[in-house]
Structure formats: C-alpha cells, structure tokens
C-alpha cells in the first residue's frame, strides 16, 4: 500500500511539472495563428498590457477564453473590461476598442459547448476552469 501511494505521488508530481513546463512554453512563445488575436488591457497602474489570444466564436458572437491556469489577462480584464484587440491579415477590420463583458449561466455552458477543446489539449493544460469573455464593440 505504501509503495503505491509513492508511486501515485511520484507520478502526479511529474504531471504537474508537465503542465507547469507546457504552460510556460505557451506563456513565452505566444504562437500565432488565423484565429489568435493581440489584447491590449490596461493595468491598474495605467500601464498598458499586450496578450495575444485566440479567438472564439459562438451564435455569431466573439469571446476570449481563459483556458489555462495563468489567467492575470482575464482577471484585468473583469477589473477594467475596456480593451483594444489588433487583428492580423483579413480580419484586420475587426481590430478596434471592445468591452469585455464577462459569460456567466446558460450563455456560458452554451460557448462551452460551441468551442469544446480536445481531451489531449485539456490534459496538457491540467485540466483548468474554462471562463469566457464576449467582445462587444465600442
């Protein structure tokens, strides 16, 4: 009995430093894509922050989703949901000044469920809360 809870301990200390080692891959890489968009949040200081997340669409609405455990972006953003977010290539159009206005109840299980991440992908990222976000323009 011991020497499986060791085991099962050891085990889930190296999962938990997977995570943290993909979290700060992602973190410091930031990649880019076709639906990844550059958030700009201004800090309680004033200073400003960029972020570059993906993008999110459901019932013809666009959200932001907090899908992993560092989330310092979502929670400044619910203390000041005024936002600027930049587009690259043909959505550029879209880029503009937007309030974060924060999912909660039906609305969010329904995103939830538009924009369903691969197991793979949730055990990578350990699992976390998924939170939303919808943009709307200003």
Same mark, same amino acid.
């Given at each position: ?19 943290? !080692? ?69 959505? !550029? ?27 793979? !992908? ?17």
């Amino acid at each position: 009995m011991k020497l499986t809870i060791k085991i099962l301990g050891i085990l889930f200390v190296i999962y938990v430093a997977l995570v943290v !080692a993909f979290e700060t891959w992602l973190g410091y890489s930031q990649p880019r894509g076709d639906d990844n968009l550059v958030i700009t949040v201004t800090e309680d200081d004033g200073s400003e922050t960029k972020r570059v997340l993906s993008l999110f669409e459901s019932q013809g609405d666009m959200y932001l989703a907090a899908n992993h455990w560092p989330r310092g972006w979502f929670r400044q953003v619910q203390r000041n949901p005024e936002i600027h977010i930049e587009f690259g290539g043909e959505r !550029a159009a879209q880029s503009g000044n937007y309030t974060a206005v924060a999912v909660e109840g039906e609305l969010h299980d329904q995103v939830l469920e538009d924009n369903r991440l691969p197991l793979f !992908a949730r055990v990578l990222m350990g699992f976390p809360p998924r939170e939303f976000v919808r943009l709307d323009p200003r």
